[in-house]
């Protein structure tokens, strides 16, 4: 059954999404002879459900979870984090798509989506992934590579 893009109540400004960053396809060079993390980091995907897949940090916290250990593992090595509020106020849309099990992958209770307004099928705009990276900060930090801050 395919997801509609909504906004969610239960999901609240405050509340802390996990953005999972993969270094092979999220980190770039910086131009500095260092490393950042990659606007693609805080794409939409070019398929459907079309969202950002982020994890809820709240719900992980109510059902005792080790957040860190959860949201790492051999392909996702980091993780930034940053409030619901950002994606709203940057004019996204936040829900929750819990994941069942699928093939190797395993079942993710506390997925969300991010999704853009009103054609989810459409990436965000640069001006909305400024917002939130401007905003986001490391959860599960990757040595020697920074989160870029653009002025608007």
Partial sequence: MP????????????????RRINPAEHVVP??????????????SSSTAPYGMSVDAMQLMEIANIDVREFVTCPKYVASVQFSAGVARSAGLLVGYHPL????????NPYHA????????????????????????????????VSIPRKNA
């Fill in 30 to 43: 910086d131009g500095n002879g260092g490393q950042r993390l990659s606007t693609k980091a805080i794409s």
């Fill in 3 to 18: 997801v509609i893009a909504y906004n969610d109540a239960d999901i609240v400004d405050r509340d802390v999404l996990i």
């Fill in 113 to 144: 989506e991010v999704w853009s307004h009103p054609d989810p099928s459409r990436d965000f705009s640069k001006r909305q992934k400024k917002d939130i990276l401007n905003t986001c900060e490391w959860f599960v930090a990757l040595d020697g």
């Fill in 100 to 107: 069942e099990k699928d093939g190797d992958a395993p079942a």
